[in-house]
């Protein structure tokens, strides 16, 4: 390959690289540069966060369309978010200043005008959602050719976020169908900071083309400062103790306020409600202080205007600003110089905590720094495993995990994404407007998601459409879209695989505020974007709300769950608490809860088998696996051994442990696990006629297929297995 490729870059970015004062470019540039300028080969860019990414896909991308202008839009940018689509716009526009290349972008906050020069000049760089792509391949066939025809490069930012999700199965079709139907063959270049298997992440950025895929990777690590922090609230069971409770609750939120109120700082939390409630909070301390009130709230049932509000104020605010956020904020926006990044409990996975650390140390050489706040809710009386703080080991495992060994979860691609498989016939058909059957077979099934489906399983699927009028014959015997299926794909949700809820938009007088799942009655109050609001009005027909500012409770309107944890998680967790170690990032109080943990945990023989006697009848079966295993174990409990072994009751705390109360005692439970795991065929884990959905549009799929697709993709006898009967997981740096 050849040296340092600089001049080999159009002039227009050598001077944004001189106004910039750079004094070198990055290794992975380079790197980058060099495979783009010398190779056909696809490219996944897996460097760390503020490593340089965005420049190194769009540099040599730019060059090209510099020194040989496309006929066409030359550069497709897919983002998963529309902040993120909004933030490389404007980074773009920057950097094309003095170009002559124009920059697009096209989602549902973008004017139809805009949207309208792009159709009748079709050129630059066009920045867009899949959803917004699924519009387009739907909807304007005849202008594919026209916006595509001469595609070079399609950049797929934050690639982790795609791979094993029904989106990116989605977007893998896309661009299949894009290259056919546009005859182009562009170069795709996949960009993330949070990968540790590039194996899969390059078949996955590969599938269905001929080209090898070459990975770029940032050598060396940043500075880390990590700090754990543990506050226990005592069970209200009397006056004392509730007064106990409100005391320590005050102290929580004042130690979060005292932590970010003068800085600019980002609060991650698991969930929308975590996210209001923690903002209501601290604009109460600031009230209560008479201090400014520069609190924000960051997720994705707020107002686009309120949102890009809180990002301003962050980016280019003089600050302090402090923001909670979901994972909203967790992908690549830069959101400048953050001075700290905390976060409410503990994240899922370790791939979400190395991102949501990426957001803090992005210039220079500054620390990645995150302090993690964990509180726990503590009842002496509670059973044994309830008296675990979970959320401190997990915190922990996903620390050590990725600070000792780089781990982050791979990505389990879907076999048979049924659900998907509708949706892609659907709107390949709405695209089309009619097809004989097997021509939209070859269509479909050739699609690189679709491999493993076969063309038996295509034509009851097809069957099953006709039969419920989701599609139906013509005289000619060709196949177009039912009045039924008509009702689903001509709504605008339908350009979306992943679930979204019936939300209601709610405003003060004519201002949108954001939106909620569950709609109160009038005269009742909720918190949004960080304030209280009584509701006056509830227009059922049009989904909207109207609500005024209030004083009072604050309640829970978006329906929703933890995130999954892999078996590593898991298993780190309980290596944690047989071990003796502390770790220097431990506050002293989370110490202290750490040893009282490991001590109950020795004392109690929690860590020596994964059944032990929980009084009574009843049994703890703490089988330390991920989410996906705790499931398969718990149908296999259900449906296996309930019946032979008398078992009354099986309540699942996921994914930590489950109670299991009936005649067995603790070691014929064991035995009869590890012989069930051993003889036990995944289908034989579902009921008679029983097909989970595993997906958004898994409903109007055979059952008979659904129920295929839940044994091959919603359970792991293997894993589970593995988790249960076999050695410690080895980790390697």
């Known amino acids: 390959m050849s040296g340092n490729p600089f001049y080999k870059l159009a002039p227009f970015i050598q001077e944004y690289i001189y106004k910039k004062r750079w004094e070198t470019l990055r290794p992975a540039q380079v790197e980058a540069l060099n495979i783009c300028f010398d190779t056909r080969n696809h490219l996944l860019i897996a460097a760390g966060t503020a490593s340089g990414k965005t420049e190194a896909a769009f540099f040599p991308a730019m060059s090209e369309l510099h020194e040989r202008p496309a006929k066409s839009v030359g550069i497709l940018y897919i983002g998963p978010l529309k902040a993120l689509i909004n933030d490389q716009f404007e980074r773009m526009k920057d950097l094309l200043i003095e170009s002559r290349i124009p920059v697009w972008h096209w989602h549902g906050d973008v004017s139809q005008a805009e949207k309208t020069k792009l159709m009748r000049n079709p050129s630059g760089i066009l920045q867009i959602t899949p959803e917004s792509l699924e519009g387009l391949l739907m909807n304007r066939p005849n202008a594919i050719p026209a916006l595509f025809q001469d595609l070079r490069y399609i950049i797929i930012d934050e690639v982790h976020a795609f791979m094993g999700a029904d989106r990116g199965i989605q977007v893998l079709s896309q661009i299949t169908r894009l290259e056919r139907m546009a005859g182009c063959r562009p170069r795709r270049v996949g960009l993330s900071a949070t990968l540790s298997d590039y194996d899969s992440a390059t078949a996955w950025l590969g599938a269905g083309s001929p080209e090898q895929v070459s990975v770029v990777t940032s050598p060396g690590g940043r500075k880390l400062r990590l700090r754990v922090d543990h506050f226990s609230f005592p069970d209200a069971r009397d006056e004392e103790q509730a007064e106990q409770l409100q005391n320590a609750r005050k102290a929580y939120y004042e130690y979060i306020y005292e932590t970010t109120h003068l800085k600019k700082a980002l609060i991650f939390t698991n969930s929308r409600s975590d996210a209001e409630l923690t903002t209501l909070e601290m604009r109460r301390v600031a009230a209560r202080r008479s201090q400014p009130d520069v609190f924000y709230v960051h997720h994705g049932s707020i ?77 002496e009386e ?13 915190a922990i495992a996903v620390i050590e995990l990725y600070v000792r060994y780089k781990w982050v979860e791979p990505h389990d691609i879907r076999r048979m994404p049924v659900g998907t498989l509708y949706h892609q016939t659907m709107s390949m058909l709405k695209s089309i407007g009619e097809c004989e059957p097997a021509e939209l077979a070859r269509a479909v099934l050739t699609l690189p998601s679709f491999k493993h489906v076969t063309p038996d399983e295509f034509k009851v699927f097809l069957s099953y ?28 949700r339908f350009y979306a695989v992943f679930k979204d809820d019936e939300d209601h938009v709610v405003y003060n007088g004519s201002e949108e505020i954001g939106s909620i799942t569950t709609v109160p009655p ?35 309107l978006w329906l929703g769950s933890g995130g ?25 109080q989370a110490v202290n809860r750490l040893e009282r943990a490991r001590r109950l945990a020795r004392e109690s023989g929690l860590l020596r088998d994964i059944v032990i006697p929980a009084g009574g009848d009843s049994l703890f079966v703490l089988p330390w696996v991920g989410s996906k295993q705790f499931r398969t174990l718990e149908r296999m409990l259900k449906h296996h051994l309930a019946d032979r072994l008398s078992l009354r009751s099986i309540v699942p705390m996921e994914p930590y442990y489950m109670v299991v109360a009936g005649n067995s005692d603790a070691g014929t439970l064991i035995q009869e696990i590890a012989a069930e795991c051993s003889r036990c065929g995944e289908e034989q884990l579902l009921a008679p006629e029983e ?43």
């Open 522 to 556: 009038p005269g009742y109050c909720f918190s949004l974007a960080g304030k209280l609001w009584k509701v006056v009005e509830v227009d059922t027909k049009h989904k909207a709300v109207y609500v005024k500012a209030a004083k009072g409770k604050v309640d829970t």
């Open 465 to 492: 459409l006709i039969q419920t009028d989701h599609i139906q014959w013509t005289e000619e015997q060709t196949l177009i879209i039912g009045l039924t299926g008509e009702k689903i794909v001509n709504n605008y």
């Open 382 to 394: 509670a059973p044994l495993p309830a008296r675990m703080p979970w959320t401190l080991l997990r």
């Open 691 to 733: 097909a989970p959905y595993l997906g958004k549009y898994d409903e109007f799929v055979a059952p008979d297929l659904v129920r295929r697709a839940f044994v091959v993709d919603g359970l792991d006898l293997k894993g589970l297995r593995e988790g249960i009967l076999g050695e410690p997981a080895e980790f390697s740096s």
């Open 303 to 379: 107002s686009a205007m309120l949102r890009e509000e809180a990002e301003s104020a962050l980016k280019i605010g003089p600050g302090p600003a402090v923001a909670a956020a979901t994972l909203t904020l967790e992908l690549g926006i830069d959101l400048g110089e953050l001075e700290r990044v905390v976060q409410l409990g503990a994240p899922y996975s370790a791939s979400s905590f190395v991102q949501r650390l990426g957001r803090s140390g992005r210039r220079g050489d500054s620390a990645s720094e995150m302090l993690f706040v964990v509180q726990e809710e503590v009842d």
């Open 564 to 588: 999954d944890i892999h078996t590593k998680v898991m298993r780190k967790m309980r290596e944690v608490l047989a071990d003796s170690a502390i770790y220097p990032y431990l506050s002293p």
